[in-house]
């Protein structure tokens, strides 16, 4: 199983301003990805996340608002751009479980609150 | 397209006796399944996941999960509950068809309260 770690684990931030989250793997993974779980819901699929390719989004989140790089085998960033106070969410990474795909393991979350 | 139902927001039972999270899925072809807990404040812990094979599937801390086809369901279930195990249950469904898998679906989640 692969254990993932995310920082930061929660932050305030003020609207207009952008957050970056790290996501990190202990050991190399195919694919990454970023999930959102606002208060009280389940999770959502924000992108899916390959190295040395683009980013794959999802139906309703797009490039200019949730950047993400993958820059390795074992890490990967989202950024939460220009936020607003409907950002206010849990943002999990995520990773497949290498040579056994079917699981994904998740990290910790990161709790974002915008003011 | 894939999509998966968690019928109940809340299930209550108390401590010993057996307790049943409640899971149905929809897919073009063959299903992957997966159950997962979040207790507060913390990321998804994954408990079993059926892929082929025998339909009873076994899992972490004392959980198992039923595959059956035809009701389309993988309902969650353990013989007797502890108040450890009051946390988020996440059904989860990948669909397999064409050669190729989905992405993870995720239901809405159950809520398992147990009382001392």
């Known amino acids: 199983s692969a254990v993932i770690s995310q920082k930061p684990s929660r932050d305030i931030c003020q609207r207009g301003t952008s957050l970056t989250i790290q996501c990190q793997v202990d050991s190399q993974v195919t694919m990454m990805f970023w999930y959102r779980q606002q208060p009280g819901q389940s999770l959502t699929l924000i992108a899916t996340?390959?190295?040395?390719?683009?980013?794959?989004?999802e139906s309703g989140f797009v490039i200019d608002k949730f950047p993400i790089s993958r820059p390795n085998l074992t890490f990967s960033t989202l950024t939460v751009s220009n936020m607003s106070p409907e950002d206010s969410s849990i943002y999990l990474c995520?990773?497949?479980?290498?040579?056994?795909?079917?699981?994904?393991?998740f990290g910790p979350g990161t709790r974002l609150t915008v003011l | 397209a894939q999509s998966v139902a968690q019928p109940e927001d809340q299930v209550n039972v108390a401590e010993g006796n057996p307790l049943t999270v409640k899971c149905t899925y929809s897919?073009?072809?063959?299903?992957?399944l997966f159950w997962y807990v979040q207790y507060p404040n913390r990321g998804l812990q994954f408990l079993l996941k059926y892929i082929t094979g025998d339909n009873l599937v076994k899992g972490s801390y004392g959980f198992e999960a039923e595959f059956n086809k035809s009701q389309t369901s993988f309902h969650l279930k353990k013989p007797s509950a502890l108040v450890s195990d009051s946390a988020l249950y996440f059904c989860a469904v990948r669909d397999y068809y064409g050669g190729s898998q989905g992405n993870l679906i995720f239901g809405k989640g159950t809520k398992l309260s147990v009382k001392p």
């Open positions: 897919v073009s072809g063959n299903p992957y």
């Open positions: 996340a390959n190295q040395g390719s683009e980013a794959t989004y």
């Open positions: 995520s990773a497949d479980g290498g040579i056994s795909y079917n699981e994904q393991f």
